[in-house]
């Protein structure tokens, strides 16, 4: 087996071993806060579920997560530094793109940041579009300001929902692996269905296979 081999297969644990790590901390921090507040269903955040967007105000996405996280998440996760929205290139973060070279997110963004104890970086905000915001999401960069920065190798996203007794859950859920490897492996320059790539990984046993689209 050539070290470049060696190289990559341990790059591949490492991240599975981190994305496992993260959603075990991640899901464990939702049962201590619904310990503490009741249901997910029930928190005052979800008032923001389906809200329109301010025009007055740009930020209500990032203000609603940053929200969320503080009240519910913050509390019950072991991280380094002060957790805030902050821009990412102001921390020294770079962009990320797809696997196809594509930008996703441009460090001149701002997210809110929580940089965990164990180098594992979280970013949240909220999905939706220009007219709503339908419910929190959090990236998951599992080596910090380390390169490459590309979806489906260093950069994963799940999605809170409080419908979906998870709690926590990533892109596709529920779909067929077949599927799921496809989507993960997409190059269509249009769609960034590398997002897919978390749910092969948690379908295959928080492992990333030799048939994953790395």
Same mark, same amino acid.
């Given at each position: 087996?050539?070290?470049?081999?060696?190289?990559?297969?341990? $790059?591949?644990?490492? *991240?599975?071993?981190?994305?496992? $790590?993260?959603?075990? $901390?991640?899901?464990? +921090?939702? @049962?201590? +806060? $619904?310990?503490?507040?009741?249901?997910?269903?029930?928190?005052? *955040?979800?008032?923001?579920?389906?809200?329109?967007?301010?025009?007055?105000?740009?930020?209500?996405?990032?203000?609603?997560?940053?929200?969320?996280? %503080?009240?519910? &998440?913050?509390? /019950?996760?072991?991280?380094?530094?002060?957790?805030?929205?902050?821009?990412?290139?102001?921390?020294?973060?770079?962009?990320? /793109?797809?696997?196809?070279?594509? &930008?996703?997110?441009?460090?001149? %963004?701002?997210? /809110?940041?929580? %940089?965990?104890? @164990?180098? *594992?970086?979280?970013?949240?905000?909220?999905?939706?579009? +220009?007219?709503?915001?339908?419910?929190?999401? #959090?990236? #998951?960069?599992?080596?910090?300001?380390?390169?490459?920065?590309?979806?489906?190798?260093?950069?994963?996203?799940?999605?809170?929902?409080?419908?979906?007794?998870?709690?926590?859950?990533?892109?596709?859920?529920?779909?067929?692996?077949?599927?799921?490897?496809?989507?993960?492996?997409? =190059?269509?320059?249009?769609?960034?269905?590398? &997002?897919?790539?978390? +749910?092969?990984?948690? =379908?295959?046993?928080? %492992?990333?296979?030799?048939?994953?689209?790395?």
């Amino acid at each position: 087996m050539t070290l470049p081999t060696l190289v990559q297969q341990n $790059q591949k644990k490492v *991240v599975a071993t981190r994305l496992k $790590q993260t959603y075990s $901390q991640l899901y464990q +921090a939702i @049962n201590m +806060a $619904q310990a503490d507040f009741g249901d997910m269903k029930n928190w005052d *955040v979800n008032d923001n579920y389906q809200s329109s967007n301010d025009p007055d105000n740009p930020n209500l996405g990032k203000d609603m997560a940053a929200k969320f996280v %503080e009240t519910y &998440l913050k509390p /019950y996760l072991k991280y380094t530094g002060i957790p805030g929205l902050r821009r990412l290139k102001d921390l020294g973060y770079l962009s990320y /793109y797809s696997k196809d070279g594509r &930008l996703y997110r441009s460090n001149s %963004e701002s997210l /809110y940041l929580i %940089e965990l104890s @164990n180098g *594992v970086t979280l970013m949240f905000g909220y999905n939706g579009n +220009a007219e709503v915001y339908s419910l929190p999401i #959090v990236f #998951v960069d599992i080596n910090g300001k380390t390169k490459p920065n590309i979806l489906g190798r260093d950069f994963f996203m799940f999605s809170f929902d409080s419908v979906n007794s998870m709690k926590i859950v990533p892109s596709g859920y529920g779909l067929t692996r077949e599927a799921l490897k496809r989507l993960c492996g997409l =190059h269509d320059g249009k769609t960034y269905d590398y &997002l897919y790539c978390t +749910a092969l990984i948690m =379908h295959d046993g928080w %492992e990333i296979k030799k048939d994953y689209p790395w």
